[in-house]
């Protein structure tokens, strides 16, 4: 199931650690559904048993990336309001975690307390769990103010996974996780590669860095599927014997930036249709994806679109007056159905301004939502069907996602 360096977990050792991890924190430190359970940990294999042992106590998860600035963690810490977090002696002076709220992976004491629990999954209606509780809250950059927290349920976020399922199939059986835990892409990166049956490798944190490493790692793994934005996907591309470390690949996804055209040409100048190319788009309030465009060689030579949605969820492009924007009109996307976050943390007025009334609200349809996301994003419809995005409304800048 997990590989990091040379610790292997399979599927029985991760599901009996972070049951007992699961048991613990009910148990031990309190934890009902929708607890803020922090967890702060470099690349390892405790990264993944946290995060599903939180999930299977029916806490959510809140990542914090170590290497945040302490000004940003100790933000989050107190906004989270964290009992409890979940990491390593070795991290707390850098990050302020206090002893109180430390639960250490490597404290002997810790370990030991865990290897006394039951190794059984816990019964999720005894748990009072259901499908409106949080699965966990990931903190946005903060790049037009303060980082903000967005909820996610487990409804979004099992609707999110079974609908990654359904549009690609089982396409991946090895999967090299670049990002970090704190960013949305690695949603799919370990619910979709794990609920797939796959591999989830996880890079130290130093060989991330070094664009030699990630290619052994990937060739010596016959690592199948690919998640990362255009501009690092087109530094493995260019980087010395990239195409030939790159051959188990049989599929690309590119996110979190617009995909210019010159990595189509690098890409099928690579791989030709040997690998298939797709450019997804979704925010983080929309629970990572919520657009996907199959890239074809030759098709398109000018803008490459962000596609359709790949599911239920409903795409709107509305005016000022949030009235609808025909074909070729530009306007800002508006995202509703079944894959919307329950809104921002303690931010009730900025929920209130991003999460609006839908007005095509439709009772009788299954997929029609109460709730729009106000994306911030302008794009417009093509002739063909598909969104062509056009950039920000505001004056955000994204570089390299």
Known sequence: AVQF??????????????????????????????????????????????LLGIIKAGG???????????????????????????????????????????????????????AGQSIRNLPVQGLGLTSSHLAYVIYTSGSTGTPKGVMVEHKGLVFSNTSRDEFYG??????????????????????????AGAKLILPEGREVKELSRILQIMQENAVDLLIATPSFYRQILSFPGGGEALKGLSNVIVAGESLPPA??????????????????????????????????????????????????????ILDEQKMLNPIGVPGELCIGGPGLARGYLNQHELTTAKFIE???????????????????????????????????????VKIRG
């Open 5 to 50: 360096g040379e610790e292997r977990l399979s599927y029985q050792q991760l599901n009996e650690k972070s049951n007992q991890l699961a048991h613990y924190l009910v148990t031990e430190r309190g934890v009902v559904p929708d607890t803020l359970v922090g967890l702060c940990v470099e690349r390892s294999v405790e990264m993944v048993i946290g």
């Open 263 to 316: 990595a189509v040409d690098e890409h099928f100048s690579s791989f030709g249709s040997s690998v298939q190319l797709f450019n997804e788009y979704g925010p983080t309030e929309a629970i990572v994806w919520s657009t996907v465009f199959k890239v074809t060689e030759g098709e398109y030579l000018g803008t490459i679109p962000i596609g359709k949605s790949p599911y239920a969820d409903k795409l709107y």
């Open 170 to 195: 089982k396409l991946v059986t090895s999967f090299l996780m670049l990002s970090s835990i704190s960013f949305d892409s690695s949603v799919a990166g370990v619910f979709w590669i794990l609920s």
């Open 358 to 396: 839908n007005p095509f609200y439709d009772s009788s349809d299954p997929s029609s939502s109460q709730r729009l996301y106000k994306t911030g994003d302008l794009v417009r419809w093509r002739e063909d069907g598909n969104l062509e995005y056009l950039g920000r409304i505001d004056h955000q």
């Open 60 to 114: 959510a998860y809140v990542p914090i990336d170590p290497d945040y600035p302490s000004s940003r963690i100790a933000y989050m810490l107190q906004d989270a309001s964290l009992g409890t977090v979940l990491t390593h002696s070795s991290l707390l002076e850098r990050t302020g975690i206090s002893q109180s709220q430390a639960l250490l992976f490597d404290d002997e004491g810790v370990q030991d307390r865990l």
